[in-house]
């Protein structure tokens, strides 16, 4: 039987726009794709970024269009994955077909994601993810965040470009107005600091309880990292500088993990390659994700159950969530366990 495939634009509402040190994410349009065959229909969802190859939906669709002309039918996940980075198509564009394949291929084996991947269900709690903002909105934020939440962990977004001492006055802020809460901490600067702030700022942050730093420099100054991790008193996982597999064991001497998310690497496949490399290197993992609904964070849950550190928390600051299949169970991020990953777009978005 021919497959069908249809595409649908969908916006998505935040109750918090996200500030990072690059810039600020608001309300923005995902594209998702059901994938139908044999009766069943697989759901995969993709995260536009101008990171990513890809800014907008239409140019999302486009190049999938592109994509699919080549035809897909007859190839396995493994070859379509290697056809589309040849071909250039965006990771983010891409990941909606593989999510959307994985997902129906579950299916027709009647299995949970996570079973037919072979890995355990997930355990570890997510992070929530405050972004950049004024130390006197911190209390009120965290309030909104935690409240009624079985939340466990916090990841702080620093990298300010009014410099280190905003990180550390918000950060102070932060210390003050989660203690109730008794959350792990952790620490994103999104390659906001020189050499020179990333060292200082990790023995600061240290002292104050923190579990590890993410992407302390920016992409492209890799060859920076030698210089903060031989006496680092946290641990080091970098995100913007791993894509893909190939780019794991590039800088694994100076580092201590990887940040893989769906949109940045295209789908399952790939990030199943990428688990492997940091098996092979030693590497810590993490799982995280861009702006994006139930869809794709429930492809994404699949694999956390042989992940290191989870921050899949963007659909719980949607307004609505326009996707049903994720729920926060004793602070993890856990999907329905049915057969696919577990998530499917709401009726009322089908456009």
């Keep these: 039987m021919i497959?069908?495939?249809?595409?649908?634009?969908?916006?998505?509402?935040k109750k918090f726009p996200l500030a990072i040190s690059r810039g600020v994410k608001g309300d923005s349009h995902n594209l998702f794709l059901s994938y139908q065959k044999d009766g069943l229909i697989g759901w995969g969802e993709a995260a536009p970024g101008k990171n990513e190859n890809a800014e907008t939906v239409e140019e999302i669709q486009n190049q999938l269009e592109a994509f699919l002309e080549h035809g897909i039918e007859s190839k396995t996940t493994e070859e379509l994955n290697q056809t589309a980075k040849q071909m250039g198509i965006a990771p983010c564009a891409y990941a909606a077909l593989d999510i959307s394949l994985w997902d129906w291929k579950a299916k027709k084996a009647k299995l949970p994601l996570h079973q037919l991947l072979g890995f355990p269900q997930p355990t570890v709690p997510t992070s929530l993810t405050l972004g950049i903002i004024p130390p006197e909105q911190v209390r009120e934020r965290v309030q909104l965040m935690f409240k009624n939440s079985s939340a466990k962990a916090l990841k702080i977004k620093l990298g300010s470009p009014l410099g280190i001492e905003a990180d550390q006055q918000m950060f102070s802020k932060v210390l003050e107005s989660v203690k109730k809460y008794q959350l792990k901490i952790r620490v994103d600067a999104n390659g906001g600091w020189s050499t020179k702030e990333a060292i200082f700022m990790m023995k600061w942050l240290a002292t104050r309880g923190v579990?590890?730093?993410?992407?302390?420099?920016?992409?492209?100054?890799?060859?920076?990292?030698?210089?903060?991790?031989?006496?680092?008193?946290?641990?080091?996982?970098?995100?913007e500088s791993c894509r893909y597999a190939e780019n794991v064991g590039k800088w694994a001497n100076y580092i201590d993990g990887i940040n893989m998310k769906l949109m940045k690497c295209g789908g399952i496949t790939e990030a199943l390659l990428i688990i492997r490399n940091a098996k092979k290197y030693k590497l810590k993992t993490m799982i995280g994700c861009m702006s994006e609904s139930s869809i794709s964070i429930a492809a994404a849950a699949a694999l956390s159950g042989v992940i290191d550190q989870i921050d899949l928390d963007s659909q719980y600051n949607l307004v609505p969530d326009p996707a049903l299949g994720i729920q926060l169970i004793n602070g993890v991020t856990t999907p329905d366990f049915v057969p696919g990953h577990g998530a499917k777009l709401k009726p009322e978005y089908h456009a």
């Excluded at 993410?214 to 970098?238: A, F, H, T, V, W």
């Design 3 to 13: 497959s069908q495939i249809k595409f649908h634009k969908v916006l998505l509402k």
């Design 211 to 239: 579990e590890y730093i993410e992407q302390p420099l920016e992409e492209g100054q890799e060859s920076e990292l030698q210089y903060i991790y031989s006496n680092r008193p946290l641990p080091i996982y970098i995100d």
